[in-house]
């Protein structure tokens, strides 16, 4: 089945515990990226990729780290994680950056205490 | 700037018909997408739009383009207590980060 898959689903960490969260697609997708949803501001994208080794900043990057090694997998790296960083993140992937459609992942909820 | 509007709220009765509306205002806007989100999970891809079309249909889902007005629908028929969820419409500019600009969210309310 074509997917977009993150994990963990959930989580809840302390304030600087470094953390990684997951994303694989299985679409042979070209393009990736990380959003995080918070009640009142919508979707903000976090980081992007636009093919292997090619990344760059969107709209909130900061306390953020990403890595595009392989095609399939775009880790999001919170190296000293903050409670203002307590968010619902999402993973998505599309064939290309432009005319496609973006499909996303299910989703992980992160607590920062 | 680049903005999507929707509606904050829709409650309609099981069976009856559902149109949640959306503005834009990027006209260079290729793709327009439609998003549900139950609580709890993630955003599911509904359908999607061409710029160059006036009306997709998938099966119970309708959407509406006026690229004059820019404006969108989603129409779903025959309305189901399990379609109960936010909607979100959004638009991928040609803006080169590939972003998805998305609008607040429809709370679509199905009243049994």
């Known amino acids: 089945e074509a997917q977009v898959t993150q994990n963990p689903r959930y989580l809840i960490t302390v304030t600087g515990k470094k953390l990684t969260v997951t994303c694989s697609q299985n679409?042979?997708?070209?393009?990736m990226s990380w959003y995080r949803q918070d009640p009142g501001l919508g979707l903000r994208q976090i980081y992007y990729s636009m093919n292997v080794e090619v990344t760059d900043k969107g709209d909130v990057p900061e306390g953020y780290k990403v890595s595009r090694k392989e095609k399939r997998n775009f880790p999001l790296i919170l190296e000293s994680p903050s409670p203002n960083q307590t968010s619902l993140y999402f993973c998505?992937?599309?064939?290309?950056?432009?005319?496609?459609?973006?499909?996303f992942g299910n989703g992980t909820r992160l607590t920062v205490t | 700037g680049e903005d999507v509007e929707q509606s904050l709220f829709l409650s309609v009765r099981e069976g009856d018909s559902s149109v949640i509306n959306c503005t834009y205002t990027?006209?260079?806007?290729?793709?327009l997408y439609w998003y549900k989100q139950e609580p709890g999970a993630g955003l599911q891809l509904l359908t999607y739009?061409?710029?160059?079309?006036d009306m997709k249909q998938d099966q119970r889902l309708t959407v509406l383009l006026n690229k004059k007005d820019k404006h969108l629908s989603l129409r779903i028929a025959d309305t189901q207590t399990g379609d109960s969820a936010i909607y979100f419409c959004a638009e991928r500019g040609a803006s080169n980060t590939g972003k998805l600009i998305f609008g607040q969210g429809t709370t679509l309310q199905v009243k049994p």
């Open positions: 998505a992937s599309s064939f290309q950056v432009y005319n496609s459609p973006l499909h």
């Open positions: 739009i061409f710029s160059n079309m």
């Open positions: 990027d006209s260079s806007s290729t793709y």
């Open positions: 679409m042979n997708h070209e393009y």
